[in-house]
């Protein structure tokens, strides 16, 4: 009897911990189809137009351009970077690992503001020294969100790595294949799930930067949670709620995806 009122206990907890993480995201979705121009309840009506008017106001569209091609960017230049990083960890014999490893992870602990805040100052010393300019241009932003996706790619890299079987990659060595063809053809598609997931959270984490992204853009541009913080300053009608609705499509579409290769409960 005291297990079956631990076991409903329990998954009246999960019930009310999940409520509480969807009931947000399910009442921006629904405020996004009202026809009221300033959002109030209940609703006069329901229309889609606040999804064509996001499009057509510049800071929304720029904004999701901007933060797509930074966010698509970030992530290749932080699979280059990772990948191999995550081979040497796991094959290679460096001393000092550990400690690498969790240099490469440390971007995951600091404050997005005490990081966004830290890179402008880099930034602006690097120009001094260099008069090369980092701060408030486009590959300046790239660069610092190249940072926030190499711990991902890491991560999951390493995890897929870690359970790998070496003696399928030991098979085709002796066989004759070339080191680099054995990493091409054999290891590269075994770890695939990491890949994917890693390229996908990655994608994620750039996208829905706030932080880093505000200290670093330049004038007349901006990224799409900018944009999004912009407006609620001086509006409070629908487009906002379509605008962060397209946004969590996005999302959940990519956190699905990568559920598939590997499972979210493995990450955290």
Same mark, same amino acid.
């Given at each position: 009897?005291?297990?079956?009122?631990?076991?409903?206990?329990?998954?009246?907890?999960?019930?009310?911990?999940?409520l509480f993480v969807v009931t947000p995201l399910a009442a921006v979705i629904? %405020?996004?189809?009202?026809?009221?121009?300033?959002?109030?309840?209940?609703?006069?009506?329901?229309?889609?137009?606040?999804?064509?008017?996001?499009?057509?106001l510049e800071n929304f569209r720029e904004g999701f351009l901007l933060s797509?091609?930074?966010?698509?960017?970030?992530?290749?230049?932080?699979?280059?970077?990772?990948?191999?990083? &995550?081979?040497?960890?796991? $094959?290679?014999?460096?001393?000092?690992?550990?400690?690498?490893?969790?240099?490469?992870?440390?971007?995951?602990?600091?404050?997005?503001?005490?990081?966004?805040?830290?890179?402008?100052?880099?930034?602006?010393?690097?120009?001094?020294?260099?008069?090369?300019?980092?701060?408030?241009?486009?590959?300046?932003?790239?660069?610092?969100?190249?940072?926030?996706?190499?711990?991902?790619?890491?991560?999951?890299?390493?995890?897929?790595? &870690?359970?790998?079987?070496?003696?399928?990659?030991?098979?085709?060595?002796?066989?004759?294949?070339?080191?680099?063809?054995?990493?091409?053809?054999?290891?590269?598609?075994?770890?695939?799930?990491?890949?994917?997931?890693?390229?996908?959270?990655?994608?994620?984490?750039?996208?829905?930067?706030?932080?880093? &992204?505000?200290?670093?853009?330049?004038?007349?541009?901006?990224?799409?949670?900018?944009?999004? %913080?912009?407006?609620?300053?001086?509006?409070?009608?629908?487009?906002?709620?379509? %605008?962060?609705?397209?946004?969590?499509?996005?999302?959940?579409?990519?956190? %699905?995806? &990568?559920?598939?290769?590997?499972?979210?409960? $493995?990450?955290?």
């Open positions: 009897m005291n297990l079956n009122w631990t076991s409903w206990a329990y998954r009246g907890l999960v019930a009310v911990t999940l629904w %405020v996004s189809v009202f026809s009221n121009k300033i959002i109030s309840l209940p609703p006069q009506g329901y229309t889609l137009d606040w999804y064509a008017n996001a499009w057509r797509l091609k930074v966010s698509l960017l970030s992530t290749l230049l932080g699979m280059l970077v990772a990948v191999p990083a &995550s081979l040497a960890l796991v $094959r290679g014999r460096l001393p000092g690992r550990a400690a690498i490893g969790t240099l490469l992870l440390s971007p995951m602990l600091i404050p997005g503001v005490v990081a966004g805040s830290a890179l402008y100052v880099y930034y602006i010393q690097f120009e001094i020294l260099t008069n090369v300019q980092l701060a408030s241009t486009f590959p300046g932003l790239v660069a610092a969100h190249t940072v926030l996706t190499i711990p991902w790619v890491v991560r999951l890299v390493t995890a897929s790595l &870690s359970g790998l079987n070496e003696s399928v990659e030991e098979a085709a060595l002796n066989l004759g294949a070339r080191p680099a063809a054995v990493l091409w053809h054999v290891t590269l598609p075994m770890i695939r799930p990491g890949l994917v997931a890693g390229a996908l959270f990655s994608f994620i984490v750039s996208f829905t930067d706030l932080e880093k &992204s505000i200290f670093l853009i330049g004038p007349g541009s901006t990224t799409l949670p900018i944009a999004i %913080v912009n407006y609620l300053e001086w509006n409070l009608d629908p487009t906002i709620a379509a %605008v962060a609705t397209v946004q969590i499509l996005i999302i959940g579409v990519a956190l %699905v995806v &990568s559920d598939r290769y590997v499972k979210l409960s $493995r990450v955290f």
